[in-house]
């Protein structure tokens, strides 16, 4: 038996070694294998520590949803850094912001953002290095990249379970956006729950329909490399339109979808499911917000699932998680209170220490 993974990439490394060969990320009509995807998160790293990145040091990504970032976000952690994404459509105003709230030592641009935001940096105060990715590669800009400027592939650096992993910023709709510091062991111990409740294979097809600098992106990206599965790039244009995004589910031939219920409301109510072919969707994910029992119940009469989760908080903080088995809503349950409380150890708590020494030394 394998030992456990300490490090949130090296599910990356160990799917690479044994599936090598298998697609790991389909973006369109683009795919990268596993061997190939881990060999450009290692010239990521490399190429970072010619920059001077150390352990510790934050990484900016500014690049839109692509194979380039998924790259980025494991070659990053490589080096021992954590990785800072942030909105691609979102103004630069703000997203320079985040990245100098952070500090990042080095941010990773694609070149049709450069221009605005070295402008909102220089208003913050000095411009990190900036690794400018290509336009024109459809997402695969890095490996253009790799190709031009060769550079001698580096050992991993040693990364400890409470070091750094990533920081996702919140939306600042209360004011100014916040990070919010995960962990390697954040991150695994959510990854590994999620691996044994649902029960993921390696022929699966998982969709990454929330975007990178959102939090129910870890479940799709992490989840799925770590079972050698093929992860599925939603493109942002038909994150939100129902109409085009009920044919791409089924001609993609998603096996486990997981989005926001309010996506899967819009598709109950406006995707034609019943033109489309969903026999290889066998698992629907959801969490973050109420699902209203009437769009679920339509949903259910098109989609043939085995089973709903559904997370009533945010997905790295799943205190109340409810399970709807196939056979009807009645038999929706909620897991035990030994369950909900592991869950909330390994990952709320872990989010919040304050509240975590509070809480150890009110028992």
């Known amino acids: 038996m394998a030992a456990p993974v300490t490090a949130l990439h090296s599910y990356l490394q160990r799917a690479a070694e044994a599936w090598p060969d298998k697609v ?16 450009l998160a290692s010239w990521v790293s490399s190429r970072l520590r010619a920059l001077d990145v ?62 605005a935001y070295r402008e909102a940096l220089a208003a913050l105060g000095p411009i990190p290095p900036l690794l400018v990715v290509p336009k024109g590669h459809g997402g695969m800009g890095l490996a253009a990249l790799a190709q031009d400027e060769p550079i001698m592939a580096l050992p991993e650096a040693r990364v400890a379970q ?12 209360t004011g100014k956006p916040k990070g ?27 969709s990454s329909h929330a975007p990178f600098h959102f939090d129910l992106s870890i479940l799709d990206i992490y989840m799925t490399l770590k079972h050698g599965a093929t992860l599925v790039l939603v493109p942002e244009d038909l994150g939100k339109d129902p109409v085009a995004l009920a044919p791409f589910i089924a001609q993609r031939r998603i096996s486990i979808w997981y989005s926001a219920p309010s996506i899967l409301a819009l598709l109950a109510q406006f995707g034609n499911l019943a033109q489309h072919d969903y026999s290889s969707l ?36 799943n205190e109340r998680v409810v399970k709807v088995e196939t056979d009807g809503l009645e038999g929706s349950k909620v897991l035990d209170d030994a369950a909900r409380q592991a869950i909330y150890r390994d990952n709320a708590l872990a989010l919040f220490p304050r509240f975590a020494r509070k809480a150890a030394k009110a028992a």
């Open 282 to 317: 066998r698992i629907v994910l959801f969490a973050g917000e109420v699902f209203p029992v009437k769009h679920l119940r339509a949903l259910k009469e098109f989609v043939p699932i085995k089973q709903v989760l559904f997370g009533s908080d945010w997905p790295m903080v």
């Open 24 to 39: 790991a990320v389909e973006d369109g009509d683009r795919q990268i294998g596993y061997r190939e995807l881990y060999a």
């Open 180 to 206: 919010v510091m995960l962990t390697h062991e954040n991150a695994t111990s959510f990854v590994e729950w999620c691996s044994e409740s649902f029960g993921p294979l390696a022929q699966d097809r998982c």
């Open 54 to 115: 150390m352990p510790g040091d934050r990484i900016g990504i500014y690049l839109p949803k692509s194979i380039d970032s998924i790259a980025a976000m494991h070659g990053i952690m490589m080096t021992g850094a954590a990785y800072v994404p942030v909105d691609p459509t979102a103004p630069a105003t703000r997203n320079a912001f985040i990245h100098s709230d952070c500090t990042v030592r080095v941010a990773i641009v694609h070149a049709g953002f450069e221009v």
């Open 162 to 173: 409470k070091d750094l992993a990533y920081i996702l910023y919140t939306s600042g709709s």
